[in-house]
């Protein structure tokens, strides 16, 4: 890595350190910019009264802010009302922000067994019926707030899919590429979580799923740039969904678990070593990995269209919303 990209990595990590997980705060702020380019008057008009005077950056972030209040993580919605009331009233809603259907899933559907009880799926579809007027599951400004941010989440291909290991040989971990070993594998939670569990250096962030959230993020851009770089490729995107609105989150993941399945393709992986001080949800503490030739130009790519299309597709479910 260049000693530029470094620095624009190490500034992006200080700005996303607290969220961890999904595309890093400069990603949801681009696609949220990008998307309101694209709403019809009507959609924004409803939006603006929705979200009142939400801040860009609070909107598209709101969800990862509660998330960490909720795991006793400070930031900045800390002694905020409305984050810690949602937690009370959501207090599973960490889960949201994913689901971990194996590499080889043909789609979201076929992996029932992998979906949890509440996953990315399930609530931005739950966040869409509060919008359309179908659902008092929670408010419609907290509503839009998710959509905002899960639909920026989804379209990150470590967000809907992990790899399962075969740890027996503890030097040479095999990653499973069969749906039904994958299941007794992850019941024996020998996933990867996203690939938050595989590490291609020697840093608390070297891990691939962190490389998604922000180096592939900040490699398609300048910081700041983002979403003026997303708008020009707007047009070479096809992005849109076939189908009713409400298949569209299910058809999103099954597309994003076809990309991580191709970015785990190429990867080696070395020694597994337990979580430290037994800290861990199951006995994988971390996987060496090392990335093949030419892997920052193609995550680039990816990123570059993934991003884009959930700018192009957020502003598709809004304006066929508020009509
Ligand atoms: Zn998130």
Known sequence: MKTMDTLLVATAISLTASQAFGWGEDGHK??????????????????DSILANDKLELTSVWLDLVRDV???????????A??????????????????????AAKSYDSAPEFHGIDNIVTQIRVAND????????????????????????????LHCSAGFFDISDKSQPLLCTEPSKCKILADQKCGDQGGNLLFFGPEKYDQLHAYWDSDAVYRVAPVGGLAHHLQKLAPTVKATTEGQPDTWPAQWASESVQIAAKAYEGLKFGRCSPPVDGKGLGPI???????PPGYDDYSKKVAADQLTKAAMRLAFLLNGLFK
């Open 82 to 103: 409305e984050a810690i009331a949602f937690n009370q009233q959501f207090k599973y809603n960490a889960t949201w922000h994913y689901v971990n259907l194996p590499l």
């Open 70 to 80: 909720g795991k006793g993580k400070g930031g900045p919605l800390e002694t905020d």
């Open 285 to 291: 503490g971390r996987i060496e990995v090392t990335l």
């Open 130 to 157: 509060v919008l359309a007027g179908k659902s008092n599951a929670m408010a419609q400004k907290a509503a839009l707030r998710v959509l905002v941010h899960l639909v920026g989440d989804i379209h990150q291909p």
């Open 30 to 47: 681009a696609i949220w910019e990008v998307a309101q380019q694209r709403l019809t008057p009507a959609a924004k008009t409803r939006v």
